[in-house]
C-alpha cells in the first residue's frame, strides 16, 4: 500500500492510484439511497461521531493482521505431523482447507490440549476431526467468496496448471494455497478477511472450550434434572448452527452423547425458561376448567449458560390428537400474549405429538419499543403500537417476510410454514465447485418445513384447518385470566421478577443480510470500507438511541448478529459487551407486563379474536361471514320500506367504528386510524392500519361518518370525520414540498386523488370550507407531467383521476378553478389516448387487458364519456366506440357473459369486474347521450345476468350485494323501471333481515376488524343511508 501527500491508495487487485475522494466516491456506491457526499458523512457523524477528515488520519494505518500468522510454525513436532494427518482427512471434504492452515495452527495446539486433557469426551480423534470441521465451516462462510475471485483470477492470469478445469481446480486448492508466499499475498491483502478470521478461530476456541468445561462440571446435576437420573455418557460430538452467532460467536449447540443422549447447550443463564417452566406447571394445577396441561422444556441453568432436553418431532395418531395440539396452541398464544412475547416462529416450536413445545423462550417479556418520550404520536403509529403488542407481534400466527421488489413471500409463523418455500430474498449458490470456472449465482433458496406443525400419517396438519381450535383455546384461557387476574399478576410478579430477557431492535434477517453482504471481497480488504458499508444498518427507520445502532455495527464488525438483553425490572438495555444504554423506554418490561394483564377486558379479547381471524384471512377454510346466500328478489309492490330501521343500523354501523377507532396526534389536532388488512396479489393479507385512500382507508371510512353526521345531525360522527382526515389533509398539504417527488398512485380508490375527492365532500357536505380551499389550492400538482402514472384504471390510475376531477368540476361555481380541472382533465386525456392498445378490433390498456369498471374499460368509458358531455371532443367518442368494440369482443356467448381480461377465461359477478360494472359503465353512457345499436342489449344482458348471480356471494360495495344492488337501483332510476327499483328495496330488506341482522346481532362483523369503504362495514352504512335519500349523496361506485 502506498501513500503520499495526495492521499493515494495502491490497489492490490486494480493496481490503480486513488485518491481519498475516489474512497468517498467508492463509499456512496453502498449507499444507493444516498446521493451526496455530504449526506454521508452527515450518517456518519450521527451515528459514530466521525467525518471523512478523522477517517482519513487512520484510513492508511490500520494493524497488518497478516504479519501475525505468517512465518510462524511450531517446534512440536508431533503437533506439526499430528495437524497434517487432520488436515489431510478433511482436505478430502472441504478443498480449500490449506487456506485456513495459517489461522488453524496458530490455534491448534489449545484445541489438541483441550481435547486431549479431557476424560469426558468419547472418541478424541474423532472429536478433533469433528471439531475441525466445525471451525473450517466457520472459517469458510467469511472467505469462501474471497478464494472464489482469487482462484478466477489465478486462472485469468494462467497461474493454474492443468489439461482440464478440474485439474486447474485441484492445482489451486493442493499447490497454490499450499504456497506460502501465495497465502501470505492473500493473507495480507485481504487485510480485514484476516482479522475476521483470527477473531472467528478465537471465539471458537474459547466457546468449544467454555461447553466442554461446563457440561463435564454439571455432568452429575444434568443427569438428575433432565434426564431422571439416567447416565449422561461422554461426548461424541458436537453441532453449531442452531441459531445465529451472538456474543463472541456462540450460538445455540446440539450435545451428541455416547449414551444416544442428546441436549441443547446455550451460551446464557436459562432464568427465564425456567421460571416459565415452573409458571406453566402452576397453570396447570390451577384445574382451569376446559384446559388442556401444557408441557415445557426441562431446563438446568448455571450463571452463564444452560441445558435443554431436545425435543422429538413425533407423529399423532388420531385427529383429536391434532385438534389438541391447536387446542393447546391457542392456550399457549393467550400465555404468550399477557407475557408480551416475540419472535415464536417456526423455528422455535416443537410438535411432540399433540404438545406443541417452545424451545426458544428469550424473547418473554419484550419492551414496547414504541414506548419512548414523544410529544405527539400519530395515529397510525399508535396503531402499529397496538399491533405489535398483540397477538399478531407474537410469531405464532401466520406472518411474513415480504420482499416486495420480487413480489415474494415467506411465512415464518410458528403455527406456519407447513409446505416448502422459497425464500423471499437472493442467496448466494457456488456453481461449477470443482473446476477453475467456479462462480457465484444469485438464486432463492428452497426452505423446507420445520417440525413446527403436527404430522399424522405422514402428513404435515395446518392450522389453518384448525383456526376455531386456536381460537377456542385462547378465549378459555383469556376468560380464566380475567377472573382470576390478580392472582395471575401476583404468580408473574414473583416469578420473573428478577429475570432478563432479549430485545430485538430490528428482525434478524436484516442483519443477516447486511452481514453476509459484508463478507464482498472489496470490503475485506480494509476495515474501514467494512465499517462505513455496515453503517446502512442505520438507514433502517427506526426511532431508537444512537448507542443502539453503534452497538449493532460493533457487533456486525466482529461477525456477530446484534444482541440486547435487559432485565425485567429495569429500563435501560445491556448491549453484548455488558454496556448499559439507558433509558430506552419508558416503563421496566414486568411493568409493561403487569399493565397490559390490567387492562385485559372483553373488549381486548374481541380484538385479539378478531386478529386471529384476520392473520388466517388468505388461509381459512371456514365460513367469515361474507357469504349472505341471498337472491335477488323480483316483485313489483313492496309493503314497506322502513327508513328509519336503515338509519338506526348505518348509526350502530358508525358507533362500531368510532369504538374501534384509533387516536393520535398530528400538530396538536386529534386524530384517527383503524386497525386494516391490505391484500397483497392475493398471496397473504398484510395487517396494518388502514392508510388513506377511499378504498378502504381513512378517506371512504370519513366519507361515511359526514354524511351519518350530516343526517342525523350527531357531531360525535361529524367530529370523526374530520379527526380521520387530519391525516390525510397533512399528507395533501406536502405534496410537492419533496424535489422530484412523485406520486406512485394518482386514482381515485387507492391513490391521491381519492383523498381529494374525499375532503371535497366531505367540506361540501359537513360545510367545512378549509377542506375546499385545500382541495382547490392543492389539486393543480396534478397538471404536472411527472406525475402522470402509467395505469389508466379507476382503482390507482387515469381513469380514477378523471372521474375525481370531474365530480369536482360539476359541483364547483368558480370559473378559473373549473378551467384549471378541464386543463388537468386534456393532459389525462391525451395520456389514456396513448396508452391505449390496439386489441381484438379494438383498444384495452394494460397487458391483461381487465373489461370491468375498477381495473378495465367499463371504468374508462365511463368517465370519458363525462368528459366529452363537458368539452364535446369527438375524439372522445372514437375512442369510446373501440373501448366499446373491445369489450363485446370479450362477451363470451356461450356463457352469456363478459370474460375479467385477456388472461383469464373466468367470470365475475361485480362492480369491480363482471357485469354489474359493465350495466354501471352502459347507464353512464346513455345518462349522458351516448347511444348505438348495442347499448340497451348489453344493458338487459347485463341486468339479467346481476339478478340472476350477482347476489349471495359477499356484502360488500366492490364485489357483494350492496354495491350490485346500488348499481341496479341506480339502472332503476336512470331507466325510469320502477318495478326494478321496487324489486331493490325489496331485495335491500331481505339482505337487511336475513342476513345483516343476524350477523349483527351474533357479533359476527366483530370477528375481524373491516371498517372500509369498499370491502368492509362503512360502505353498507353508506349505501344504506343511499337508499334512504335523506340528502343528495354522490354514487361512489361511478365517483359521481
Known amino acids: 500500500m502506498k501513500q503520499d501527500n495526495n492521499w493515494l491508495i495502491y490497489n492490490l487487485s486494480t493496481d490503480k492510484e486513488f485518491t481519498f475522494d475516489d474512497v468517498i466516491n467508492y463509499w456512496l456506491t453502498l449507499f444507493p439511497e444516498i446521493k451526496k457526499k455530504e449526506e454521508l458523512e452527515k450518517l456518519l457523524q450521527e451515528i459514530s461521531n466521525t467525518n471523512f477528515e478523522k477517517i482519513r488520519e487512520y484510513y492508511y494505518s490500520t494493524e497488518k493482521h497478516g504479519e501475525k500468522f505468517l512465518g510462524k510454525y511450531c517446534n512440536n513436532i508431533e503437533l506439526v505431523l499430528e495437524l497434517e494427518r487432520l488436515l489431510a482427512i478433511i482436505h478430502n471434504e472441504y478443498k480449500w482447507v490449506y487456506f485456513f492452515k495459517p489461522i488453524i495452527r496458530t490455534y491448534f495446539e489449545y484445541i489438541y490440549e483441550l481435547t486431549q486433557r479431557s476424560e469426558f469426551i468419547h472418541d478424541k480423534n474423532e472429536f478433533m476431526i469433528q471439531i475441525l470441521k466445525l471451525a473450517i465451516e466457520n472459517l469458510y462462510k467469511i472467505a469462501y467468496r474471497v478464494l472464489i475471485l482469487e482462484l478466477n483470477i489465478a486462472r485469468i492470469e494462467s497461474k493454474l496448471v492443468g489439461e482440464t478445469p478440474e485439474q486447474r481446480a485441484n492445482y489451486f486448492s493442493n499447490i497454490l494455497l499450499r504456497n506460502d508466499d501465495y497465502i501470505e499475498k492473500l493473507y495480507m491483502e485481504y487485510n480485514e478477511l484476516t482479522r475476521l478470521m483470527d477473531l472467528c478461530m478465537r471465539n471458537f476456541c474459547n466457546y468449544l472450550r467454555e461447553i466442554i468445561e461446563n457440561t463435564e462440571r454439571e455432568e452429575k446435576q444434568l443427569s438428575k434434572k433432565l434426564l431422571d437420573g439416567k447416565h449422561l455418557g461422554k461426548l461424541k460430538s458436537i453441532e453449531f448452527g442452531a441459531g445465529d452467532m451472538h456474543n463472541g460467536g456462540r450460538s445455540v449447540a446440539v450435545l451428541y452423547f455416547d449414551s444416544g443422549v442428546k441436549l441443547i447447550y446455550k451460551p446464557r443463564a436459562l432464568d427465564l425458561e425456567v421460571k416459565f417452566g415452573e409458571f406453566i406447571e402452576w397453570l396447570n394445577n390451577q384445574c382451569i376448567p376446559n384446559f388442556y396441561s401444557l408441557k415445557t422444556c426441562r431446563t438446568y441453568t448455571i450463571e452463564s449458560a444452560g441445558w435443554v432436553e431436545f425435543i422429538e418431532y413425533k407423529e399423532c395418531c388420531e385427529i383429536d390428537e391434532i385438534k389438541r395440539f391447536y387446542y393447546r396452541a391457542g392456550e399457549i398464544l393467550c400465555i404468550l400474549y399477557t407475557l408480551n412475547a416475540r419472535d415464536m416462529h417456526f423455528e422455535n416450536i416443537i410438535a411432540e405429538g399433540e404438545n406443541p413445545v417452545l424451545i426458544d423462550l428469550e424473547t418473554l417479556f419484550h419492551p414496547d419499543l414504541f414506548d419512548i418520550n414523544r410529544t405527539e404520536t400519530f395515529a397510525s403509529t399508535e396503531v402499529l403500537r397496538i399491533l405489535n403488542n398483540s397477538v399478531r407481534g407474537i410469531g405464532l400466527l401466520p406472518t411474513q417476510i415480504v420482499n416486495f421488489k420480487s413480489g415474494k413471500v415467506f411465512e415464518i409463523g410458528g403455527l406456519c410454514a407447513e409446505d416448502e418455500q422459497e425464500a423471499p430474498f437472493h442467496s448466494l449458490f457456488v456453481n461449477n465447485y470443482n473446476t477453475d470456472e467456479i462462480k457465484i449465482e444469485y438464486d432463492y433458496a428452497i426452505i423446507k418445513p420445520k417440525s413446527n406443525n403436527p404430522i399424522m400419517k405422514g402428513k404435515r396438519i395446518k392450522s389453518s384447518e384448525y383456526v376455531n381450535e386456536i381460537i377456542n383455546g385462547f378465549v378459555n384461557t383469556y376468560k380464566w385470566i380475567l377472573k382470576n387476574k390478580n392472582e395471575y399478576i401476583k404468580k408473574v410478579r414473583e416469578k420473573f421478577q428478577n429475570c432478563k430477557c432479549r430485545v430485538i431492535f430490528k428482525p434478524t434477517s436484516i442483519y443477516a443480510q447486511l452481514l453476509a453482504t459484508s463478507y464482498h471481497p472489496d470490503l475485506l480488504r480494509n476495515s474501514i470500507d467494512r465499517k462505513v458499508f455496515l453503517h446502512r444498518i442505520g438507514l433502517v427507520p427506526y426511532e431508537e438511541e444512537k448507542r443502539i445502532v453503534l452497538s449493532e455495527i460493533e457487533d456486525m464488525l466482529n461477525g456477530d448478529v446484534p444482541y440486547f438483553t435487559t432485565f425485567l425490572n429495569c429500563n435501560s438495555i445491556i448491549n453484548s459487551k455488558g454496556e448499559k444504554i439507558e433509558p430506552c423506554y419508558k416503563q421496566t418490561p414486568l411493568d409493561y407486563v403487569i399493565k397490559k394483564i390490567e387492562s385485559m377486558n372483553e373488549k381486548d379479547l374481541e380484538r385479539q379474536v378478531a386478529l386471529i381471524n384476520m392473520s388466517y384471512l388468505n388461509k381459512v377454510t371456514y365460513d367469515m361471514g361474507y357469504h349472505t346466500n341471498i337472491r335477488f328478489k323480483t316483485c313489483n309492490n313492496i309493503k314497506k320500506f322502513d327508513k328509519q330501521k336503515f338509519l338506526d343500523i348505518a348509526k350502530k354501523i358508525g358507533d362500531l367504528i368510532l369504538e374501534k377507532s384509533i387516536m393520535g396526534k398530528r400538530n396538536g389536532k386529534n386524530e384517527r386510524s383503524w386497525i386494516g388488512s391490505i391484500g397483497i396479489d392475493d398471496k397473504f393479507y398484510f395487517i396494518t392500519d388502514v392508510g388513506y385512500d377511499l378504498y378502504s382507508g381513512n378517506s371512504g371510512i370519513a366519507l361515511f361518518l359526514a354524511f351519518l353526521g350530516a343526517i342525523t345531525g350527531s357531531k360525535k360522527y361529524k ?269 335491500l330488506n331481505e339482505f337487511l333481515d336475513r342476513y345483516f341482522m343476524g350477523r349483527w346481532c351474533n357479533g359476527e362483523f366483530n370477528k375481524i376488524e373491516n371498517y372500509g369503504l369498499m370491502t368492509g362495514l362503512s360502505g353498507v352504512g353508506y349505501a344504506f343511508l343511499q337508499f334512504c335519500e335523506y340528502v343528495q349523496m354522490p354514487e361512489i361506485l361511478c365517483l359521481e
Open 719 to 987: 367530529l370523526a370525520a374530520i379527526e380521520a382526515m387530519v391525516p390525510v389533509i397533512s399528507y395533501i398539504e406536502n405534496l410537492g414540498k419533496v424535489s422530484n417527488s412523485k406520486i406512485n398512485r394518482i386514482g381515485a380508490f387507492s391513490g391521491v386523488c381519492g383523498y381529494f375527492y374525499a375532503l371535497f365532500h366531505i367540506g361540501k357536505c359537513l360545510d367545512i370550507k378549509e377542506f375546499l380551499d385545500i382541495v382547490y389550492g392543492k389539486i393543480g400538482i396534478l397538471s404536472k407531467a411527472e406525475l402522470i402514472t402509467e395505469n389508466h384504471d379507476i382503482i390507482s390510475g387515469l381513469s380514477g383521476t378523471l372521474g375525481v376531477l370531474l365530480s369536482i368540476y360539476d359541483k364547483t361555481a368558480e370559473e378559473k378553478i373549473r378551467e384549471e380541472l378541464l386543463s388537468i382533465c386534456t393532459k389525462i386525456l391525451y395520456a389514456i389516448n396513448e396508452k391505449s392498445n390496439k386489441c381484438k378490433e379494438g383498444i384495452t390498456w394494460g397487458e391483461e387487458g381487465y373489461v370491468g369498471y375498477s381495473h378495465g374499460n367499463a371504468g374508462v368509458t365511463s368517465q370519458l364519456i363525462r368528459l366529452f358531455y363537458i368539452n364535446h371532443n369527438s375524439n372522445i367518442i372514437d375512442l369510446i366506440r373501440l373501448s366499446l368494440t373491445y369489450e363485446r369482443n370479450m362477451f363470451d356467448k356461450r356463457n352469456n357473459n363478459w370474460r375479467r381480461s385477456l388472461l383469464e377465461d373466468g367470470f365475475s359477478f361485480g362492480w369491480c369486474h363482471g357485469a354489474p360494472g359493465i350495466l354501471l359503465s352502459r347507464i353512464n353512457l346513455i345518462e349522458k347521450g351516448y347511444h348505438d345499436d348495442y347499448c340497451f342489449e348489453e344493458i338487459k344482458k347485463a341486468i339479467e345476468i346481476t339478478k340472476k348471480y350477482a347476489f349471495g356471494k359477499d356484502y360488500c360495495l366492490c364485489h357483494g350485494d350492496i354495491g350490485n344492488l346500488r348499481i341496479l337501483y341506480y339502472t332503476a332510476k336512470v331507466l325510469k323501471d320502477e318495478e326494478l327499483k321496487i324489486s331493490c328495496l325489496a331485495t
